[in-house]
T-cell receptor, first 113, second 113 residues
Framework: GDSVTQMEGPVTLSEEAFLTINCTYT??????LFWYVQYPGEGLQLLLK?????DKGSNKGFEATYRKETTSFHLEKGSVQVSDSAVYFC????????????FGGGTRLMVKP | EAGVTQSPTHLIKTRGQQATLRCSPI?????VYWYQQALGLGLQFLLW???????NRGNFPPRFSGRQFPNYSSELNVNALELEDSALYLC????????????FGSGTRLTVV
C-alpha cells in the first residue's frame, strides 16, 4: 500500500538557518503530494502541494519539488523564523484512491531566537 | 466562508462512557474525514464519509463509529471509552476529486479519566 516516510524530529534550528525536512513516499500510481503544517493547539493547514513530477510547490518561503526518480518531496526554507515552529506533515493522494490522503508521521520543528 | 467547525473543543469523559464529536464541513464539501492524533504521535485515519456513505475505515475497533447527515455534517461516536482513547480528534472536509487536499478543523480534545 501507499506510505509516506518523514525524518524523525525534533529538528532544532537557530533563527535564519536553512531548513530541510526529508519526505519519501511509496505509491503504485502517480500521486499528488502535499505538505501540511500544524501550529500548537491547532488543526492542520495546507502549506503547499505538487500534482505531477518536477512540479515545485511554494508558499510562505517554503518550497518542495516533486521528484519522481527519487520518490521524494523534501520541504525546504532558506531562512526560518521562530514563528515557523510547528509540526510538519508530508502526505500523498493516489490518483486511483478517490480523495484519500496518506500522511507521514510528522516532524516537529523548533526554531530558537 | 466558514471553515470546518468541530464541537466541542474539549471533552472530558469517564472510562466506559460514550463520547460524541461533531463536525460541520465547508459549504459545498461532500466528504468528511476523521483522524485521531494521540499525544506525540502522527495522524491515524479513522473514517471517511462521502455523500452519506462510509467509504473507508481505518484500523480501529467497532466501538469507533460515525455517520454523515444529509447536510454533510458528521458525527463520530466512541463507545466504551478507554484511557488510550484520549487524543485530539481532527475532522477534515474536501470536495472530491480535488488536488487541494483537505481542509481541517481545529479538533476536539478528548480526555478520558
Amino acid at each position: 500500500g501507499d506510505s509516506v516516510t518523514q525524518m524523525e524530529g525534533p529538528v532544532t534550528l537557530s533563527e535564519e538557518a536553512f531548513l530541510t525536512i526529508n519526505c519519501t513516499y511509496t505509491a503504485t500510481g502517480y500521486p499528488s503530494l502535499f505538505w501540511y503544517v500544524q501550529y500548537p493547539g491547532e488543526g492542520l493547514q495546507l502549506l503547499l502541494k505538487a500534482t505531477k513530477a518536477d512540479d515545485k510547490g511554494s508558499n510562505k518561503g517554503f518550497e518542495a519539488t516533486y521528484r519522481k526518480e527519487t520518490t521524494s518531496f523534501h520541504l525546504e526554507k532558506g531562512s526560518v523564523q521562530v514563528s515557523d515552529s510547528a509540526v510538519y506533515f508530508c502526505a500523498l493522494r493516489e490518483s486511483n484512491a478517490g480523495n484519500m490522503l496518506t500522511f507521514g508521521g510528522g516532524t516537529r520543528l523548533m526554531v530558537k531566537p | 466562508e466558514a471553515g470546518v467547525t468541530q464541537s466541542p473543543t474539549h471533552l472530558i469523559k469517564t472510562r466506559g462512557q460514550q463520547a460524541t464529536l461533531r463536525c460541520s464541513p465547508i459549504s459545498g464539501h461532500t466528504s468528511v474525514y476523521w483522524y485521531q492524533q494521540a499525544l506525540g504521535l502522527g495522524l491515524q485515519f479513522l473514517l471517511w464519509y462521502d455523500e452519506g456513505e462510509e467509504r473507508n475505515r481505518g484500523n480501529f475497533p467497532p466501538r469507533f463509529s460515525g455517520r454523515q447527515f444529509p447536510n454533510y455534517s458528521s458525527e463520530l461516536n466512541v463507545n466504551a471509552l478507554e484511557l488510550e482513547d484520549s487524543a485530539l480528534y481532527l475532522c477534515a472536509s474536501s470536495n472530491p476529486p480535488s488536488d487541494y487536499g483537505y481542509t481541517f478543523g481545529s479538533g476536539t480534545r478528548l480526555t478520558v479519566v
